[in-house]
Structures are given as C-alpha cells and as structure tokens.
C-alpha cells in the first residue's frame, strides 16, 4: 500500500498570506488527523476528520480550519499566517478505530516570513 | 495544560547500553499508549503501544513498561543501535472518550559508538 502523501512538501509565505496543505491517507483509511510541530510545543493536535465530518479538534484559533472530502483526502488551511505558524505540519492517517495505529506522512514544512 | 509530559528533552546513550525513555500522564482517563520515532525531515513511525489493562509489551529489543498508578510509562530499548538516533514521543489515548492522540513533547535520543 502507498503511505501517506502530503503536499507540498516546503513552502514559504508572507505574512498576512493564507495557505492550504494537503493530505491523501493510506487507501481504505477514513480518518485523518493534522498535527503541528514545533521546537518548542513538540506535536500538538489540531483537527481530525473522520467521513468527511470533524470528529475532534484541538486548541488552535479559527484561522486554522480543515476538510475532508469523500475519498478521505484532506485539506488544511492557515488564514492570515503569523510568523508563529512556521512549523512542521503533520497528517496522520488510520482506519478510525481509536485503537489504531496513526500512520504518518512526511510533512510540510511552513516557513512564514 | 500539558497531559503527556516527557520531562528529558535530550538522553544520550552508548552503543549496547540500554536506553530507558520516560513519560508520565496527568489524565487517568487515558487507556491506551503508544511509542512513535521520527528522524529529521521524516514523518513519526508507530514503535509499539500497551493497552492499559497490561503492564508490560515486548517487540523485540522495545519493551514498554505501564505504571497506572504512577501514571508513568516508559520505554527500554536494550541493545541501543546507532539506528536508533531519533526524536522519541509518547502518546495517549482516552478510547472511551474525544479518541484523539496526545502527544508529549518528545526526547532526543543520541546512541554513541
């Protein structure tokens, strides 16, 4: 099976910019989850979404919001970036059971300018 | 409020040794464990989990030890490889409940020749 793809890979912005970060899951998974790293908070939860509907969400503001479309591909997006949302952007996919290994893509990485 | 803490940002090991990685919990709701390893530029691959109904789980050279009433858990890995230079989290999970990973912070793990 394919593993999790992300895309971009890198990506630099201004401030002020938004951005959209996508994700294909593993084939047959049906939930995702988005994930930011940073050096200084390691990996924090932001959003996961599980049929198209967002089935958790984790402490970030409403310039972060995401989507799911019905072959489970996911999008995130980052509206008005600050130079704090430089970081490492995760996304995990797993078959939605809670005991489930979450598999996990390489990563982009946001440079915000 | 950080509910899964891995206390030693960095440990550094020699080659052969054992290599003992510590995480502690605040929530007593969490019922499910797991061990990721990320090298740079990679995305975190799953290590191995424990259910809480267990205190120990072996995979070869990776034991995960559970202490509930301590709320610590902690990972040896015995004998430490150079290939196991890496950024170790631990993550938690409520099944019951919001069913979402929570991450700590992670701790760098250097293997000395």
């Known amino acids: 099976k394919a593993g999790v793809t992300q895309t971009p890979r890198y990506l630099i912005k201004t401030r002020g910019q938004q951005v959209t970060l996508s994700c294909s899951p593993i084939?047959?998974?049906?939930?995702v989850s988005w994930y930011q790293q940073t050096p200084g908070q390691g990996l924090q939860f932001l959003f996961e979404?599980?049929?198209?509907?967002?089935?958790n969400k984790g402490n970030f503001p409403g310039r972060f919001s995401g989507r799911q479309f019905s072959n489970s591909r996911s999008e995130m997006n980052v509206s008005t970036l600050e130079l704090g949302d430089s970081a490492l952007y995760l996304c995990?996919?797993?078959?939605?059971?809670?005991?489930?290994?979450?598999?996990f893509g390489p990563g982009t990485r946001l440079l915000v300018l | 409020d950080q509910q899964v803490k891995q206390n030693s940002p960095s440990l550094s090991v020699q080659e052969g040794r054992i290599s003992i990685l510590n995480c502690d919990y605040t929530?007593?709701?969490?019922?499910?464990f797991l061990w990721y390893k990320k090298y740079p530029a990679e995305g975190p691959t799953f290590l191995i989990s424990?259910?809480?109904?267990?205190d120990k789980n072996e995979d070869g050279r990776f034991t995960v030890f559970l202490n509930k009433s301590a709320k610590h858990l902690s990972l040896h890995i015995v004998p430490s490889q150079p290939g196991d230079s890496a950024v170790y989290f631990c993550?938690?999970?409520?099944?019951?409940?919001?069913?979402?990973?929570?991450f700590g912070q992670g701790t760098r793990l250097t293997i000395n020749p």
């Open positions: 929530n007593s709701m969490f019922d499910y």
């Open positions: 993550a938690a999970i409520e099944i019951q409940g919001a069913q979402k990973l929570v």
């Open positions: 084939s047959g998974h049906r939930s």
């Open positions: 979404y599980f049929s198209e509907t967002q089935r």
């Open positions: 995990a996919s797993s078959s939605g059971q809670a005991e489930e290994t979450q598999y």
């Open positions: 424990i259910s809480s109904i267990k």
